[in-house]
């Protein structure tokens, strides 16, 4: 893709969650040692709030971004309870690579004067179309007003990741006053890699990380995020990239972590 030779690798059919993606990626590096750096692309739960200015739909990209006391991505099931219901966070994932975000830096100020490209990787891919929500309470329903054009917004922030998966709005709430703000979306496999093999995670919307799943989005999503990160590597020098450490050896002691768990 461009300038960069790259490998696709998905998870096993029907399984998701941090062990998975840490195996797959173990496998994957075992086969091909000389990856250096990665891209954690897919779909993702939207946390949206558009009464505080984040407008985040279907459909939609979310990119991790450190903020200064992250790397971009929290461990939302990695929690310490405190007194006066405080939570403290019991751990903290790596930050991608400085190549990986260099090119986002460049990237995000392109975009300041250009059209992002992914709208162009997509003009061959259908839209998908929401499903109503007639049974829904008419007082609940948040009314937003229409975009002035189709194209995914690309978002940067904060990614929530753990091993359950979130598919209630009380819950997606708790995790955002858990985490903070600044969250922007939820997902399950990043921490089975980050701390491993850093890598930048990128989500396109599939949902909003509550009871209305519509299968039919997860395509599109995945689609936009696919686009997200082709035009990412486009902003990667190669000469760069083939500086940083083979991916197997930062891989290596999680690779030893997941013997054990098989042999037990």
Known sequence: MGKHNIVIA????????????????????????????????GVGGGIPRPGEGRDIRLGDIVVSQPDGATGGV???????????NRHERKDFLNMPPPVL???LGKLRAEHEFEEPMVSKSLTSYEHAGALDCRSCDPDKQVQRDMRDSTDPEIHYGI??????LVKDAVERDKVVEH?????????????????????????????Y???HKD?????YASATAAAFAK????????????????????????????RKVSMT
């Open 10 to 41: 998905s998870l096993a059919a029907g399984l998701y969650g941090t062990t998975s993606a840490a195996t797959t990626a173990s496998k994957l590096l075992s086969s091909l040692p000389q990856i250096r750096i990665g891209l954690l692309v």
């Open 74 to 84: 929290v461990q939302y099931d990695l929690l310490k309870s405190k007194p006066n």
């Open 101 to 103: 975000l260099h090119a």
């Open 159 to 164: 990614i929530a990741s753990g091993n359950t």
């Open 179 to 207: 985490i903070g703000e600044d969250c922007f979306c939820v997902e399950m496999e990043a921490p089975g890699l980050m701390n491993h093999f850093p890598c930048l995670v990128i989500r396109g919307i599939c949902d």
């Open 209 to 211: 990380a509550d009871s």
């Open 215 to 219: 299968h039919r989005w997860q395509r």
């Open 231 to 258: 035009e990412l590597l486009s902003y990667v020098p190669r000469h760069e990239a083939s500086k940083r450490r083979r991916g197997l050896s930062s891989f290596s002691g999680l690779s030893r972590q997941l």
